[in-house]
């Protein structure tokens, strides 16, 4: 008996233990899910770079900025706290921050900035996301010292989908302008001429190896004799920002015995014929993996990556192969390469779409101190002919939330005013100058959205990295030239688009993105370079709520910062 009776209650046993097993794999994620809090404290700080010692802003005292490192699943609370002599936002790059634009960051679009003495609470949910992100600050030029690495790892038990790497390393990339960036932004709004370019570009907060008093590389990086180029490698571009399908990460393996791997990165500039080289060396052991977690910092351009130079024995070191400043074929191809690891399902059929351009424009003006800009007219950016205004006495996202007239209108047009040869280098003339607003474009929720992002030739082609905040999009198709629906459709790449959050707009060509209309709010759409932005080249989406709770904004935090009137 004593065996007929054991027999059931050891199969209850089991099924039990079975079944709480089986439970606790859905519970775990959010068990071991944490809340996480910072304190950043953005203030002054006394930093000596290209032989001047010269005063910026930074948080905590650091340059980069603090990294942030979360998992999947985490609730993360950074309380800002402003001692700096400018206003300050900061803006978490690549976070969807559903239903949540309080926590997004630009200046007078979802928030009014922080005042000097003043403070403010950024409180998010990591929710669906990994990889490598950052965050910056969103108000002025800020961003140009105020930035850091944001790193989200997948929850716990959760791999990479690829082998765990021996080594990584975080890469930011910024600029460095011998002058108070806000100063130089200051000087090109008086004067409307268009800013100055930077004097250097920063790995890690550090000018490069070859350039005056630079002879302290970054903290993650020491000198050796012992060092390889990348074709001594395999790198492979795993991730770009935000989702599985896009971090801006590159894995490689080292093939040889050495220890040292020598990295390069030039400016891809597009206007302005300059290139400056900065290189740095990490270490590398032989025969393992190592992840570079790559972000690009800088402030008005796009930067090309490349290795393998030797070290700094010798009087010339020979540089790899780098594409050219203005090679944009080759920026355009690599970035048309990425895909997602499998097919996904693309959104349709299309139920709101925008066409619009993106470019420069000129402003006429009386002639003197105040209308430098070329042929005596001050410098600016549109979208489809808009140049986009941001209001000061009030956030956009509180103004639509709160129902406060006056502050914007929603009547941005999804298509250009006038249809002309877009890429033509011989635009006219009455086709320069643009209008200033604030115009937003309304959106239903759950409307499924497609944006054409169309560069012009007034004044001059650029490449222009677009992006959307509050949202992930696919990137169906890009190309050189004017956009034309019926020609390019064989383009669209509708079984594994890339996922991202920014694309770069090809020189004298265009991008087409979709998403679907799921996370309400007041979205700002712009040229991610912040020349362009000042310029005007910006606009935002006004995504209505939906019918349900839990598909409307949610509502403003208490310690939301008040603007000044």
Known sequence: MATTTRGPVTMRLCFFSAAALFLLCFLLPAAVAEERFYEFVVQETLVKRLCNTQKIITVNGQFPGPTIEVYDGDTVAIRAVNMARYNVTLHWHGLRQLRNGWADGPEFVTQCPIRPGGSYTYRFAIQGQEGTLWWHAHSSWLRATVHGALLIRPRPGVPYPFPKPHSEFPIILAEWWRRDPIAVLRQSMITGAPPNVSDAILINGQPGDFLECSAQVPDLVKPTKATFGLEKSIPTVVYSIGRRDER??????????????????????????????????????????????????????????????????????????????????????????????????????????????????????????????????????????????????????????????????????????????????????????????????????????????????????????????????????????????????????????????????????????????????????????????????????????????????????????????
Request: aromatic share 10%.
């Open 248 to 565: 801006c990460i590159v894995l490689f393996r080292c093939l040889q015995r050495d220890k040292m791997k020598r990295q390069r990165f030039s400016r891809l500039l597009t206007m302005h014929a300059v290139a400056v080289t900065e290189t740095s060396i990490i270490p590398v052991a032989a025969g393992e993996t190592t992840l570079l977690r790559i972000i690009n910092a800088a402030m008005n351009t796009e930067l090309f990556y490349s290795g393998g130079n030797p070290g700094r024995a010798g009087p010339a070191p020979m540089l790899p192969y780098l594409p050219a400043y203005n090679d944009t074929n080759t920026a355009t191809a690599f970035s048309n390469s990425i895909r997602s690891p499998a097919p996904v399902k693309v959104p349709g059929p299309v139920t709101q779409e925008v066409f619009t351009t993106v470019g420069f424009g000129l402003f006429n003006c009386m002639p003197g101190p105040f209308c430098q800009g070329p042929n005596n007219t001050r410098f600016g950016a549109s979208m489809n002919n808009v140049s986009f205004q941001l209001p000061n006495t009030v956030s956009l996202l509180q103004a639509h939330y709160h129902h406060i007239p006056g502050v914007f209108t929603d009547d941005f047009p999804p298509m250009p005013p006038v249809f002309f040869d877009f890429t033509s280098q011989n635009v006219p003339r009455a086709l320069w100058q643009p209008v200033k607003g604030t115009k937003l474009y309304r959106v239903r929720y759950g409307a499924v959205v497609q944006i054409v992002f169309q560069d012009t030739g007034i004044f001059a082609a650029e490449e222009h990295p677009m992006h959307i905040h509050g949202y992930h999009f696919y990137v169906l198709a890009t190309g050189f030239g004017n956009y034309d629906p019926v020609r390019d459709a064989h383009k669209f790449n509708l079984v594994d688009p890339p996922s991202r959050n920014t694309i770069g707009v090809p020189v004298g060509g265009w991008a087409v993105v979709r998403f679907v209309a799921d996370n309400p709010g007041v979205w700002l759409v712009h040229c991610h370079i912040d020349a362009h932005l000042t310029g005007g080249l910006g606009m935002a989406l006004l995504v209505e709520d939906g019918e349900a709770e839990l598909e409307a904004t949610m509502a403003p935090p208490l310690d939301l910062p008040l603007c000044a009137l």
